[in-house]
């Protein structure tokens, strides 16, 4: 018996194939079967008429303040995004080292019109390098998976930092 099945959805699986008429199931809170399920639910979800999107990968995501405070990630989980990934565009939030913090905001504010206010309100900056960042994120359980990119903007501003290179290498 599985833990859930969502059945007779209409099923877009992320791999590019077709969509098609069929079941998921999912076990300890993984996919663990794809097309027609033939055992039993503990639950059981008709979606008749609703689209079933397992595997739906964001490749172009800013997720990378709002992962820190957010588990639901809305919108991408409301709109069936199953694994996101981040730091795309150079921007991000690691690594930091202190007294940088404002200014990778304001980039992140000004190359993606993400709002500074929600940035410094949200990240709590409990990290420097990105390993620390990235057990930061561990840390917390959220609906969908991340990846994330190590974003060379925070990267060029810390060595720019560190061994005091002029501005022009931006
Ligand atoms: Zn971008």
């Known amino acids: ?27 300890r809170g993984l996919i663990a079967v794809v097309g027609r399920v033939t055992q039993r639910g503990r639950r059981e979800i008709d979606a008749k008429d ?34 996101l990934v981040m730091g795309n565009c150079g921007v991000g939030f690691a690594p930091v080292r202190r007294g940088q913090e404002d200014f990778l905001i ?36 959220r609906v969908l998976d991340v990846a994330a990119q190590v974003p060379h903007c925070a990267i060029r501003a810390g060595i720019q930092i560190m061994i005091r290179l002029p501005t022009y290498i931006n």
Do not use: C, K
Request: negative net charge; aromatic residues 10%; hydrophobic residues 40%.
């Open 1 to 27: 018996m599985h833990d859930l099945v969502i059945r007779n959805g209409t099923v877009v699986d992320g791999t590019g194939r077709p969509q098609f008429a069929g079941d998921v199931a999912i076990d």
């Open 50 to 83: 609703l689209l079933v999107t397992p595997g739906w990968v964001d490749v172009h995501t800013h997720y990378d303040g709002q992962v820190t405070w957010d588990p639901i990630l809305a919108p991408s989980s409301w709109h069936g995004v199953t694994t």
């Open 106 to 141: 304001e980039l992140m504010e000004g190359v993606e019109d993400i709002p500074g206010t929600a940035l410094h309100e949200g990240i709590d900056w409990r990290w420097e390098s990105f390993p620390e960042y990235m057990d930061a994120l561990a840390q917390m359980p």
